[in-house]
């Protein structure tokens, strides 16, 4: 049995966690691969919202098992808080929540060194969320990170210990006023520890493969998107992980030919948080409307987002290096009431027509080109079927699948799991 993937195709905020809620059903485990608590997947069902961070969007299914990847670094106090809010929902968290030994631990100094780097940049900031992923994916790669697994090795305080050391030095060498209470800090960390050690840890890439010869159904749930991939993102505006498909091998032990399905999920304009290039981005009425009718304020930042027209250019990239297989778009409601819609189908990059995502698209470099459709004025939250929606969206639809050669298989039309419509 193959593991399908569902990933983000631009800058976050797609609607990953909504889709997850959707298609559990038809899946025996969900396992998340990367990120940590700067993401936000929201789920909305039965009138009531809910914003998981690192837990997997599949918890609330009664069937599926949940699995927290190698991939992901995990803040054991976010995380102890994530459990506190599902606690009223009497959900069998030791056998539905399970986590990779291999995943790697914020520190408090994690955040701390976060704050400060982003403090010294002033105005070259990258817009981190400040939750430490960067500083600790960092020491993953310099091979001196803290891992869930230590936490079961009796030497674990002594690990810690010299880790802290050495970020607060760190922390000393930007020359930057921040402000902390370590003791605070370590007392609020060593307490979310002791939950996080009444949870069950396991050896993922085990898990997962035998879960595999077992024909066990899996679907792997990445975070941010795909235009932020450390890799291929617009960097060094980007997050510190693979968002890509190919972060799913990484992130879960799982190899390339284990891979089934991968959904792609978009929004049907684009949006962006914090800094970076958007080359569609939009500063009029047209941007203020998006940003009211479609709530977008990031749900783990409480960030406005930025926003602007679909940019095709921008997701056939990502199709592209993604093998993206099935495409998902969200918020077709919020583009309701337009006269004409625009989508960027190529750039002018440096004076020269290209329809590829070139080096750098920042506003100096890159000018987008414009195709324009017919917009539609009907309601589309209370639609139940693909007959139902109004000519002009299914126009649209189509010319995203002739423009990036891969079909749209679902339609959201409301924030609800009640509210997709599948094609």
């Known amino acids: 049995m193959a593991v399908n993937l569902l990933l983000g195709l631009q800058w976050g905020d797609e609607g990953k966690g909504k889709i997850v809620d959707v298609l559990t059903k038809n899946y025996d485990i969900i396992a998340r691969f990367q ?34 990847g190698n991939g992901v670094v995990i803040d054991p106090i976010i995380f102890k808080k994530e459990l506190e809010n599902l606690a009223q929902f009497n959900l069998d968290i030791k056998s539905k929540l399970l986590i990779s030994r291999k995943a790697h631990l914020i520190l408090p100094t994690h955040r701390l060194l976060d704050a400060a780097s982003e403090t010294s940049k002033g105005k070259a900031k990258i817009g981190s969320t400040l939750k430490g992923i960067g500083p600790t994916y960092m020491d993953k790669t310099g ?65 997962l493969n035998n879960a595999i010869k077992n024909k066990k159904t899996i679907l792997a749930e990445g975070a941010q998107g ?37 959904f792609g999920i978009f929004k049907a304009y684009t949006t962006r948080v914090g800094s970076g ?14 940003a009211k009718v479609g709530h977008e304020f990031g749900a783990t930042t409480g960030r406005p987002r930025r926003c602007g ?26 583009l309701s009431g337009f006269d004409t819609l625009k989508v960027c189908t190529s750039y002018n990059y440096k004076g020269t027509e290209v329809n590829h995502l070139p ?31 109004p000519k002009e969206l299914n ?22 799991r009640k509210q997709t419509i599948l094609k």
Not at 278 to 290: A, H, R, V, W
Not at 309 to 324: C, E, P, S
Not at 368 to 380: N, Q, R
Not at 395 to 402: N, T
């Open 35 to 68: 990120g940590g608590p700067n993401a936000g997947h929201t789920l909305i069902f039965d009138g009531h919202k809910h914003v998981l961070h690192t837990i997997p969007s599949g918890i609330f299914h009664k069937n599926a098992v949940n699995v927290v």
């Open 143 to 207: 091979r001196n990170g803290m891992r869930v697994g230590d936490l079961e090795l009796e030497d674990w305080k002594e690990k810690y210990q010299a880790l802290t050391e050495k970020h607060i030095k760190m922390i000393d060498f930007f020359d930057v006023d921040i402000e902390y209470n370590l003791e605070e800090l370590e007392t609020e960390f060593c307490e979310a520890i002791e939950v996080l050690k009444q949870l069950t840890f396991i050896d993922s890439e085990e898990y």
């Open 226 to 262: 795909s235009l932020l991939d450390i890799d291929f993102g617009t960097y060094p505006f980007v997050t510190s992980s693979n968002t890509t498909a190919a972060g799913a091998c990484t992130g879960l032990g799982v190899a390339p030919n284990k891979i089934g399905e991968v």
């Open 277 to 290: 290039p958007f080359p569609t981005e939009l500063f009029d009425k047209d941007g203020e409307i998006m």
């Open 309 to 334: 027209w679909l940019d095709l250019v921008a997701l056939k990239y990502a199709v592209q290096i993604n093998g993206v297989t099935q495409l998902m778009m969200m918020k077709g409601d919020v």
């Open 359 to 389: 080096y750098n698209i920042e506003e100096h470099n890159v000018t987008p080109i414009y195709t324009e459709l017919k917009g539609w004025k009907e309601d589309l939250t209370s639609m139940t079927s693909v007959e139902t929606l």
């Open 395 to 416: 126009d649209y639809i189509k010319f995203i699948e002739d423009f990036v050669e891969v079909p749209v298989k679902i339609v959201s039309v409301g924030p609800d």
